[in-house]
């Protein structure tokens, strides 16, 4: 499910708002994507970044974000 406003989302450790991902991706939030009714995100788009949701699951569930260039400027 494609969201185009933010839906705050949270792990074992820490609840995401808007405001606390667009500080930790440095970049304005767009829309974000839910695959299979899970409770955080797979990928979210930012002005200048698709960033992709990972999760990793030990004794806690924690997740971290790998960037990736939206629009590349090739020379």
């Known amino acids: 499910m494609m969201y185009c ?11 995401y708002t808007q405001e606390m991902l667009e500080e930790v991706i440095g970049d304005e939030f ?12 797979a990928y979210i788009w930012t002005v200048n970044f698709v960033v ?7 004794f806690v569930t924690d ?3 790998e ?8 020379e």
């Open 5 to 15: 406003e933010f839906k705050p989302f949270s792990t074992d450790t820490e609840t």
């Open 30 to 41: 767009e829309a974000m994507m839910y695959k299979d009714d899970k409770e955080i995100p």
């Open 52 to 58: 992709i949701v990972k999760r990793s699951t030990k």
């Open 63 to 65: 997740i971290s974000f």
């Open 67 to 74: 960037k990736i260039p939206r629009n590349p400027v090739c």
